[in-house]
């Protein structure tokens, strides 16, 4: 299997070095967006501002899935794994959430 | 064919067979499976969280008592040695072994600073008052945030083997999933702290 790998790496004259991406330039992307989720934190609107500081988190996590775990070179089916995982985890979520709101109602904030 | 040029950018240790059954080296896939595991511990941890801060109001009060200069800056030191430990991995793949040590050791040395931290806030909250007894927020901020402290210690052991065994190129090819269990860490604190810092001042 080793020298099976190998050859695939090696010999396959379509077979292009990948290109590094620049990982000082994502992590100051990562700083930016870290500043901007501190100032959306200043927003009186607690829904508005938390929705965007969120939002934000996901796009964090986005960018060091993407280019630090490159999780998109991995194979379709440890993407389907990690994505099955959290399935399981907003099933848990949406599944309770409304029986939560309604007993004890949602104080918006 | 045309798949064989989506290697992995650091590696061709993922690779397909021509009837493209994915290869995919056992440490890694054994790290992912135990990924996926931790995303159904912390992710079970966050929605009740969440849900339980819907419930209780008074949350919004108790919880602006947390330092959210120490969580910015830890926040930064996280995210700077989740860059240094991807710089570990590609000196690790281009087998330069100096390279890897000293990014490995920087790593280290940033997750130390951030239990260092920790500790110094932990001190603060307790002295304040603030202890695990006095809410369920409490319960919560000392369970999620010690429980992700824990993970950086595992981190912490890993890479000092890792380190310690760099001599031989199996270690060498290890810093991959150590690489994935660090930014998995990362992205736990990307929300951990929005959550618990940055929503509630």
Same mark, same amino acid.
């Given at each position: 299997? !080793?020298?099976?790998?190998?050859? $695939?790496?090696?010999?396959?004259?379509? !077979?292009?070095?990948?290109?590094?991406?620049?990982?000082?330039?994502?992590?100051?992307?990562?700083?930016?967006? +870290?500043?901007?989720?501190?100032?959306?934190?200043?927003?009186?609107?607690?829904?508005?501002?938390?929705?965007? @500081?969120?939002?934000?988190?996901?796009?964090? @996590?986005? @960018?060091?899935?993407?280019?630090?775990?490159?999780?998109?070179?991995?194979?379709?089916?440890?993407?389907? $794994?990690?994505?099955?995982?959290? +399935?399981?985890?907003?099933?848990?979520?949406?599944?309770?959430?409304?029986?939560?709101?309604?007993?004890?109602?949602?104080?918006?904030? | 064919?045309?798949?064989?040029?989506?290697? !992995?950018?650091?590696?061709?240790?993922?690779?397909?067979?021509?009837?493209?059954?994915?290869?995919?080296?056992?440490?890694?896939?054994?790290?992912?499976?135990?990924?996926?595991?931790?995303?159904?511990?912390?992710?079970?941890? @966050?929605?009740?969280?969440?849900?339980?801060?819907?419930?209780?109001?008074?949350?919004?009060?108790?919880?602006?008592?947390?330092?959210?200069?120490?969580?910015?800056?830890?926040?930064?030191?996280?995210?700077?040695?989740?860059?240094?430990?991807?710089?570990?991995?590609?000196?690790?793949?281009?087998?330069?072994?100096?390279?890897?040590?000293?990014?490995?050791?920087?790593?280290?040395? $940033?997750?130390?600073?951030?239990?260092?931290?920790?500790?110094?806030? =932990?001190?603060?909250?307790?002295?304040?008052?603030?202890?695990?007894?006095?809410?369920?927020?409490?319960?919560?901020?000392?369970?999620?945030?010690?429980? !992700?402290?824990?993970?950086?210690?595992?981190?912490?052991? +890993?890479?000092?083997?890792?380190?310690?065994?760099?001599?031989?190129?199996?270690?060498?090819?290890?810093?991959?999933?150590?690489?994935?269990?660090?930014?998995?860490?990362?992205?736990?604190?990307?929300?951990?702290?929005?959550?618990? =810092?940055?929503?509630?001042?």
């Amino acid at each position: 299997m !080793h020298a099976q790998q190998q050859s $695939l790496g090696t010999s396959n004259p379509e !077979h292009v070095d990948p290109v590094h991406p620049n990982y000082v330039a994502i992590w100051v992307i990562l700083l930016v967006l +870290l500043g901007v989720s501190l100032l959306l934190g200043r927003i009186p609107n607690a829904a508005v501002g938390g929705t965007l @500081i969120f939002g934000v988190a996901a796009v964090k @996590i986005a @960018i060091v899935m993407r280019y630090f775990m490159h999780m998109k070179f991995e194979p379709w089916l440890l993407v389907a $794994l990690m994505v099955a995982a959290l +399935l399981c985890v907003l099933a848990l979520f949406f599944g309770v959430l409304p029986d939560v709101v309604w007993r004890n109602g949602w104080s918006g904030r | 064919m045309s798949s064989l040029t989506h290697l !992995h950018p650091l590696s061709a240790s993922v690779s397909r067979s021509p009837r493209r059954i994915p290869v995919i080296p056992a440490t890694r896939l054994g790290m992912w499976i135990f990924l996926a595991s931790e995303v159904g511990t912390f992710g079970g941890l @966050i929605a009740t969280y969440v849900m339980m801060r819907m419930w209780h109001h008074e949350w919004l009060h108790e919880s602006a008592h947390t330092l959210l200069s120490i969580g910015t800056i830890n926040t930064v030191v996280l995210l700077t040695s989740s860059l240094t430990m991807v710089l570990a991995h590609e000196a690790a793949e281009a087998k330069e072994r100096a390279r890897t040590r000293r990014f490995l050791l920087l790593t280290a040395g $940033l997750g130390l600073l951030f239990l260092c931290l920790k500790a110094f806030e =932990y001190s603060h909250e307790i002295a304040g008052g603030h202890t695990p007894k006095v809410s369920v927020f409490w319960s919560f901020y000392f369970a999620m945030t010690g429980l !992700h402290a824990l993970h950086i210690v595992g981190g912490l052991v +890993l890479m000092l083997y890792a380190t310690l065994g760099l001599r031989h190129d199996c270690v060498l090819r290890r810093v991959a999933p150590i690489g994935l269990y660090w930014h998995f860490v990362d992205v736990v604190w990307i929300i951990l702290f929005p959550l618990m =810092y940055v929503t509630t001042h």
